[in-house]
T-cell receptor, first 117, second 112 residues
Framework: DTGVSQDPRHKITKRGQNVTFRCDPISEHNRLYWYRQTLGQGPEFLTYFQNEAQLEKSRLLSDRFSAERPKGSFSTLEIQRTEQGDSAMYLC???????????????FGPGTRLTVT | GNSVTQMEGPVTLSEEAFLTINCTYTATGYPSLFWYVQYPGEGLQLLLKATKADDKGSNKGFEATYRKETTSFHLEKGSVQVSDSAVYFCALRYSGYSTLTFGKGTMLLVSP
């Protein structure tokens, strides 16, 4: 397996447009996470899935954001009516859920860099 | 709320110098602590971790010790290489919870 992949790697869009990003996790990982990273900051948690269920959403995830993982494999993150403040790196990570254990490393993808003009 | 504070960068060192990147945290209870590294153009990679007080995480010559009394998890390396140039993130996660809370990151630049 080649790790977590994200597509596209870069996206430039005009304010008001909708954008959609895709994340393909490591195949045997049932947990998938989305983070946002702005310039000079660390990643901030947005949401995560266990299989196809979205279990937690951050208050950072406004109504314009929606994430799905319909078959428990890949996930999409859509931003509607983009604003300049949405410009950031969007990171995806995946991890296995180890029954009875607690330490499960999150493996990160390379990210999608969004620029809203 | 939970937070992680890292020393501001960039940290600029010559090859073979000793490295310390400070990390302190604010949290209730006893979270697990992590250091992630981000090389240019790549995703974050877990560098090392510690799950309880006095644990020492180590990997690739890097070390960090979980200090409960000072709520710290400082990253150290005895002799840095040019290839260690990257951004280093300190992070915490609570037992039973999935989400990571990251610091702002510290850029390390190592010159030959």
């Amino acid at each position: 397996d080649t790790g977590v992949s994200q597509d596209p790697r870069h996206k430039i869009t005009k304010r008001g447009q909708n954008v959609t990003f895709r994340c393909d996790p490591i195949s045997e990982h049932n947990r998938l996470y989305w983070y946002r990273q702005t310039l000079g900051q660390g990643p901030e948690f947005l949401t995560y899935f266990q299989n196809e269920a979205q279990l937690e959403k951050s208050r950072l995830l406004s109504d314009r954001f929606s994430a799905e993982r319909p078959k428990g494999s890949f996930s999409t993150l859509e931003i509607q009516r983009t604003e300049q403040g949405d410009s950031a790196m969007y990171l995806c990570a995946s991890s296995p859920m180890i029954a009875g254990g607690d330490i499960y490393e999150q493996y990160f993808g390379p990210g999608t860099r969004l620029t809203v003009t | 709320g939970n937070s992680v504070t890292q020393m501001e960068g960039p940290v600029t060192l010559s090859e073979e110098a000793f490295l310390t990147i400070n990390c302190t945290y604010t949290a209730t209870g006893y979270p697990s602590l992590f250091w992630y590294v981000q090389y240019p153009g790549e995703g974050l990679q877990l560098l090392l971790k510690a799950t309880k007080a006095d644990d020492k995480g180590s990997n690739k010559g890097f070390e960090a010790t979980y200090r409960k009394e000072t709520t710290s998890f400082h990253l150290e390396k005895g002799s840095v290489q040019v290839s260690d140039s990257a951004v280093y993130f300190c992070a915490l996660r609570y037992s039973g919870y999935s989400t990571l809370t990251f610091g702002k990151g510290t850029m390390l630049l190592v010159s030959p």
